[in-house]
């Protein structure tokens, strides 16, 4: 294995050609651990969580019944968080076996209140609700789906090779226990039998591990761990269209290439450790696209643009022209704007990881064939979603529905809270993001410019927690020891705003050193 500097050293002399190449980047920057894809040069997915703030979809839970709702079909169950996940009937039918016949549905909860069952978080708290659970189990592998608790078999639809998808049945079938079952995940276009079947033997014994923990638990208890983020990423994300794995974080690395040998061991690309100065984003040239993320507004490459707006019920997203004039024809310059769209669509949906409703409103065509193509346009952009995605025909008044399944938590919610001064109609970045953001500015500053004092301008409550929290001690007794970085409350810059800049000039009175 290479030695850290000479791995920063290819780094830096591959940039110019990294803009064709399809990399993970991997970056630890204070109490966050975010993880991007980039795709022929561009961000297209990007997943952060924090060290003390796990998601929950995945986890599976012996919980206790507290309450059974015989006219919503569904039950309350304790799991041992802040809030009792919900459990719909839905969640719990018996599925059409592709081994067997159709077993008989229940029309309502059979549990009874006090009752212990085995349940998953299928989808994230909120702030109004608990856990949605299923009492589905299934452990999601590299390869393939193992159906705990379901006798069922199945391919994935983006699998459309009838002998591949008759082969992948009979191997799974043939692989899985008496009432369990497997689903086969894009994955296996590119697998082998022998991995496949290595695959399904680790989850089987991982199953008989979670029915173990079952048995032994007293009570309420949680039972199998979906695993952090970086887990979660090698799992379902490496694939052989991934040249590259890049980390700014050593022992990250080695985590990372015990993963790969576990789940995929046959990955050719190489797991490097990048400890430029430079931030990881700004060196892979996508650091302008991380800004676009926490904004509504998304600007086309043609002057058009979209605007993103999130509600309660639904994600509207809103097509303009803005200053792209196109060509005399205005049918042809809406259509045109309409196509660019399509393409910036499907990215933002999978970069900020939005799921549930969302409804686009294209510009007004008037020719049919365009609104067809326009449609057909945002279907083959979705096929390559990893999430399960559905677009409806448009509509009359030029609306296209979509619905895309909610999996973990929207980039926004993990990064922004609520403003505490305007009663929770606004929001703020959280902490963790508001520190990623001035370290950014303060490598920027000490970067490019000759500059050893840093001056941190921010509202009283921010300049008190950078302080108190000692945000940048690591960076201070380490590569900025020789620098000084003063923090300069100030009452009159808004709630959890800041700005960063030289101190050459002297440091302003009530400037605080940090350490």
Not at 299 to 323: C, H, M, Q, R, Y
């Amino acid at each position: 294995m290479l030695q850290n500097d000479c791995k920063s050293a290819i780094i830096k002399t591959m940039r110019i050609v990294d803009s064709n190449k399809n990399i993970l980047l991997v970056d630890s920057e204070a109490s966050y651990t975010t993880v991007g894809l980039i795709e022929n040069g561009r961000l297209s997915e990007l997943y952060s969580e924090s060290a003390d703030e796990r998601q929950t979809s995945g986890n599976i839970y012996k919980g206790k019944v507290t309450n059974v709702v015989d006219g919503l079909r569904s039950a309350f169950v304790d799991i041992g968080l802040y809030r009792t996940g919900f459990w719909y009937i839905d969640e719990a039918l018996d599925h059409k076996s592709v081994l067997g016949a159709v077993k008989a549905l229940p029309s309502k909860i059979t549990a009874k209140e006090g009752d212990y069952v085995m349940v998953q978080a299928v989808k994230e708290a909120t702030e109004l609700k608990g856990p949605k659970l299923s009492s589905n189990i299934s452990i999601p592998g590299h390869y393939v789906i193992y159906l705990y608790n379901l006798e069922f078999v199945g391919v994935s639809t983006k699998i459309t090779s009838t002998p591949l998808r008759d082969r992948l049945t009979k191997l799974l079938k043939s692989l899985a226990p008496k009432g369990r079952g497997f689903i086969a995940r894009t994955n296996c276009l590119t697998a082998s039998d022998e991995e496949i079947i290595q695959e399904a033997q680790f989850l089987i014994a991982a199953g008989e591990r979670i029915q173990k923990k079952w048995e032994e638990s007293d009570g309420v208890a949680l039972i199998h761990n979906e695993g952090n983020i970086l887990y979660r990423t090698i799992r379902d994300m490496l694939s052989d269209r991934i040249e590259r794995i890049v980390c700014n974080d050593s022992k990250m690395c080695e985590d990372i290439r015990q993963m790969v040998d576990t789940f995929c061991p046959y990955f050719k690309g190489g797991v490097e450790y990048y400890d430029g100065e430079e931030d990881i984003y700004d060196y892979f040239n996508i650091g302008q696209d991380i800004g676009t993320i926490y904004v509504p507004r998304v600007e086309l490459p043609s002057g058009g643009f979209l605007v993103i707006e999130k509600t309660e019920a639904l994600t509207a997203i809103d097509v303009n022209t803005g200053k792209f004039l196109g060509t005399d024809n205005r049918e042809d310059t809406v259509y045109r704007t309409n196509l660019e769209a399509v393409k910036e669509i499907a990215r933002q949906l999978r970069l900020r990881n939005i799921g549930g409703i969302i409804v686009v409103d294209f510009i007004d065509m008037l020719d049919e064939e365009h609104k067809v193509s326009v449609v057909e346009a945002l279907k083959n952009e979705l096929f390559f979603d990893r999430v399960k995605t559905r677009v409806l025909d448009m509509s009359g008044i030029g609306l296209v529905e979509i619905t895309r399944k909610k999996v973990g938590k929207e980039l926004g919610s993990v990064s922004q809270g609520k403003c505490p001064f305007c009663g929770g109609t606004g929001t703020i970045l959280v902490d963790a993001y508001i520190n990623r953001g001035v370290k950014y500015q303060l490598k920027h500053l000490f970067m490019n410019h000759n500059v050893y004092i840093a001056l941190i301008y921010a509202h009283p409550e921010l300049a008190k927690h950078l302080i108190d929290h000692e945000v940048f001690a690591k960076e201070c007794s380490g590569i900025w020891s020789h620098k000084r970085i003063y923090v300069v409350p100030d009452p009159n810059m808004e709630f959890a705003t800041y700005k960063v800049m030289s101190g050459m000039g002297g440091v302003p009175s009530g400037g605080v050193l940090l350490t």
